[in-house]
């Protein structure tokens, strides 16, 4: 058997990448897994629950917890949906001003690891990514 185990790796780069842009938005009060949820819902201006964990691919409970917890942050706010046994999520005001400050922060954070790796690894990092 290998020495070298794959996922790993993976979750070992993970974990520190995750350090640095958390660390990165840390101005804004937000970490990235929050963060990267008000992108979504930003996008889509207003999305169910079920729809944001398929968007994001992540369990639909998992979901549930985390947009409570940007809910009690007063990012986001919830409302019942066309199904009204389906909430849906909006951005608040304070939502869409830690998108509008913590783009350039996660920006920043972005070229770092792409200063780290440098441009040609950094595009061929996401292109073994997607093919994971």
């Known amino acids: 058997m290998s020495p070298d185990c794959y996922c790993t790796a993976l979750r070992k780069a993970t974990r520190r990448a995750t350090s640095l842009y958390d660390e990165a938005l840390g101005p804004v009060g937000v970490n ?71 783009a350039p922060l996660w920006e920043h954070a972005q070229q770092r690891v792409e200063t780290a790796l440098s441009p040609q690894f950094a595009g061929l990092l996401q292109q073994l990514l997607q093919a994971v």
């Open 32 to 102: 990235l897994a929050q963060f990267s949820l008000l992108r979504n819902i930003g996008r889509a201006g207003q999305v169910s629950l079920t729809e944001l964990a398929r968007l994001t691919e992540l369990d639909r409970s998992t979901i549930g917890r985390n947009a409570r917890v940007l809910e009690r942050m007063g990012l986001v706010k919830t409302a019942p949906g066309e199904d009204q046994r389906e909430a849906v999520l909006k951005l608040d005001g304070a939502g869409h001003r830690v998108l509008r400050d913590g």
